[in-house]
């Protein structure tokens, strides 16, 4: 059986912490700025985690365990 490869846009897209849980970053971040706010604009920063039924997904398709 050949190797598994790893979906590339989701390795693009996500990274896995040391303690397991996958992060990700916000959309709409890359154009129609100037409708949001600048508090809208700074929110869209910050990274966060994905919800834990998604999570299952995401490591999946990145070949963790």
């Not at 996958?22 to 508090?39: D, E, I």
Request: proline residues 2%; aromatic residues 4%.
């Amino acid at each position: 059986m050949p190797k598994m490869k790893t979906h590339s846009g989701a390795k693009k897209r996500f990274k896995v912490t040391k303690s397991g849980k996958v992060k990700r970053f916000h959309a709409g971040t890359s154009h129609l700025k100037r409708k949001k706010s600048k508090k809208a604009k700074r929110n869209l920063r910050h990274a966060s985690l994905v919800d834990k039924g998604q999570a299952a997904t995401i490591r999946r398709d990145l070949l963790i365990k």
